[in-house]
């Protein structure tokens, strides 16, 4: 039910919407902040939409409609933006608000469910969120209005993000504390393991050999080094136990015949959301880091990423 009215609010959208952005980068341009108002349900929603404004690098500040009427009005500066939620359009306390936010000079931003409302007539862009149906049974508590509200905003912090130019760099300025951050500020050389914890064998070296160093390092792969410091390749525990199906005695074999030749590897100043995103999208378990005369100097281990709050 929620994803059909999404979907038709989805293709109700017009000019309005870029409007909306336009006002918002313009603000934000100008040092000013976002107000998203609201009260009740849409108050709720209004804490998320600004909570993802926030994260996304774009200052937004919530204020409640009935607290508002009582001395909160006082957070609102000229040039501000101001989000206003309103499903009905005719929310008495937000009405009541209304002639004073446009005393101060501000652009109105209108997310309601009905055209024509007395929200739309004052704001300076409005976004219909109209639905046909709520979700509940009864056709009463807001779900799917408050479902279309939420992803509206969602929407309008995405594009705002890319009209900035918002980067993962900036992101991570804004999250320190949370896995997205950390990976964001976090470099592979960080994270890899080295030394004796990186097994390494040369490519005549046989199965047994890396058996024993995989064991010895505690890793699930071995990286595999020609004489002059080179990769040559890498051999994991998913390699032996795919080659001793087909033939059990394999233990005597040299590794660079069953090795990965041009193995995936990384540079060492890269950031661990790469390690992460690389691991992924090649369905790989380990990651040869290498440093900048092309020798390895590392392993990633996906093993590692819970450990270190990665993912």
């Not at 209005?145 to 594009?159: H, P």
């Not at 080295?194 to 070296?205: F, G, K, L, N, W």
């Not at 505690?218 to 080094?225: E, K, L, P, T």
């Amino acid at each position: 039910m929620e994803i059909k009215e999404l979907e038709r609010v989805a293709d109700s959208l017009n000019d309005s919407f870029h409007h909306a952005v336009e006002l918002l980068k313009k603000t934000l341009e100008a040092k000013g902040k976002i107000v998203v108002v609201g009260i009740g349900k849409s108050g709720n929603i209004g804490h998320k939409i600004a909570a993802t404004l926030n994260s996304t690098g774009s200052t937004a500040v919530v204020l409640n409609s009935q607290n508002a009427l009582h001395g909160d009005l006082g957070i609102l500066s000229d040039g501000d933006a101001v989000i206003a939620l309103s499903y009905s359009g005719e929310t008495t306390e937000l009405l009541d608000l209304l002639p004073f936010i446009k005393r101060s000079h501000v652009s109105i931003i209108g997310i309601t469910g009905k055209a024509q409302s007395t929200l739309e007539t004052h704001s300076d862009a409005t976004l219909l969120t109209e639905i046909q149906r709520e979700a509940c049974p009864l056709n009463l508590a807001p779900t799917s209005s408050s479902t279309a509200m939420l992803v509206m905003g969602d929407a309008l912090a995405m594009v705002l993000l890319e009209a900035r130019g918002f980067t993962e760099k900036d992101f991570s300025r804004f999250h320190p504390g949370g896995a997205l951050g950390r990976a964001l500020l976090t470099k592979v050389s960080d994270i890899m393991r080295s030394e004796e914890q990186m097994a390494t064998i040369s490519p005549e070296d046989t199965v047994h050999d890396a058996l024993s160093a995989m064991s010895q390092a505690r890793s699930g792969a071995c990286v595999i080094q020609s004489d002059d410091g080179t990769l040559a390749g890498i051999f994991t525990h998913g390699d032996f136990a795919r080659s001793f199906q087909e033939n059990p005695d394999i233990g005597t074999q040299a590794v660079k015949h069953l090795m990965t030749a041009n193995p995936v590897t990384l540079h060492s100043d890269s950031l661990a959301a790469e390690a992460v995103n690389t691991i992924s999208s090649h369905r790989i378990d380990d990651i040869v880091v290498l440093d900048t005369e092309g020798k390895p100097v590392g392993l990633v281990d996906t093993q590692d990423f819970a450990r270190l709050k990665l993912i």
